[in-house]
């Protein structure tokens, strides 16, 4: 991979971990709107250690030595710097079940988004969707079938890889709905800022799986994940300080976090089936659809203020 590859990759990594992770900002803005000033600093600081180097640099290392077990712990964090014919074919051997599995999790967190979540409505067809979320279990149910069925005809553990993916979104579903609810507890109760300082790192690592397996539509390389998707941490930790207010007027923006995801996703899935998708498509593609969102979310914000346009209207 060549220099302008690299920037290219670590840049994309960190424009898709900020956007993914708006939620999470947003979450942790509120809830450290009702802790003392000391307990805000400590969460800044050493919640950004956590964050960077526990977090987002453990998880893709785990998942890495996971699918390439024979590796060894240490060899799979530096197993794709190596230039070893024989780590190369183990990588490349393993990574479409890592890919098949992150592509269905990515997939299904899309879909889950457009049937059942209450959204802006950012393009033609999201309202019609959206009134028909009770299909969203049959449609990714398909989808998990077809993709199975394909893999099976390749590689029983690329079929298995797209189960475990599927498993994962539920539970992290699961406890991201959890979450809702303990905040909502947490704004309206009096429990000690320790207390609420341990449920951000959990609401953090929950949120840091979207950013995680999205990363790997972009390298297979962990130091680049890590130093990609680690500045994208700590940019949402400053928006978490200073511009909340300012993020949350972008009315599309997570409508293009959540189109990049659909687009890594089926590139994930491509690459796990054997179809080659030059290096550059992902950072570019990531790029290109967070842009036109956020620049649709600037020129909405203009309307608004030149009374072009009115909220209700929208």
Known sequence: MGWIAMFLTVGGLCAFETVSSIDNAIINAEVLSTMGQKARRWFLFWGILFAVFVIRGLLP?????????????????????????????AIEHSAPILLIGGGIFLIFLFFHWLFLETKHFGLIGEQFFYRQGVWFYAVVSIILLAVVWLALRIEPLMALGAVVGSTAFFITHGFKQNAEQAEQRLMKGHLSDISKILYL???????????????????????????????????????TVGNIERIKRLRYLKNGAMYSVLCLGVIMLMHSFGIHIPEWVSPV??????????????????????????????
């Open 201 to 239: 790192e959990a609401i953090d690592a929950t949120f840091s799986i979207d950013g995680v397996l999205g990363a790997f539509a972009f390298t297979l390389s962990v130091p680049l994940i890590l130093i990609g998707n680690g500045i994208g941490a700590i940019v949402v930790r400053q928006l």
């Open 285 to 314: 593609v990531t790029f290109v659809v967070i842009g036109y969102f956020f620049y649709k979310s600037l020129r909405y914000n203009k309307q608004i203020a030149n009374g072009t346009m009115t909220p209700a209207s929208a």
């Open 61 to 89: 290392w785990l998942i890495v030595w996971a699918t390439t077990p024979q590796l060894g712990f240490i060899g799979s964090f530096t197993a794709t710097l190596s230039s070893d014919p024989a780590v190369i074919a």
